[in-house]
Nanobody, 121 residues
């Protein structure tokens, strides 16, 4: 098993930036960031694996950057040029396997408790 703890959420104005962190209790082959807004389904935002591959949803590509500090077992998501539609609870997810569809929630076995991001216009 792996425990995941997210941090770094908050409230910002449109155009601002935030950096989310996900501290993992051990390393995982695949990790990702997901978000869920009220009344909407959970959607994949960004993902990466230990081969160095990264994946982004079209809505965040060019604005968000996913990275990993392997020494600290910590996953990051730097979010720039934030928009009100980025407002959601953001979750970190992990799998011990390489996942075929890294932006699909059902590919992951382990989840953090989430951190809230609110972007005001």
């Amino acid at each position: 098993q792996v425990q995941l703890v997210e941090s770094g959420g908050g409230s910002v104005q449109a155009g601002g930036s935030l950096r989310l962190s996900c501290a993992a209790s051990r390393s995982s082959r695949s990790m990702g960031w997901f978000r869920q807004a009220p009344g909407k389904e959970r959607e994949g935002v960004a993902a990466s694996n230990t081969d160095g591959a990264t994946y982004y949803a079209a809505s965040v590509r060019g604005r968000f950057t996913i990275s990993t500090d392997t020494a600290k077992n910590t996953l990051y998501l730097v979010m720039n040029s934030l928009k009100p539609e980025d407002t959601a609870m953001y979750y970190c997810a992990a799998s011990f396997s390489f996942v075929a569809r890294p932006l699909e929630a059902n590919a992951y076995n382990y989840w953090g408790q989430g951190t809230q991001v609110t972007v005001s216009s």
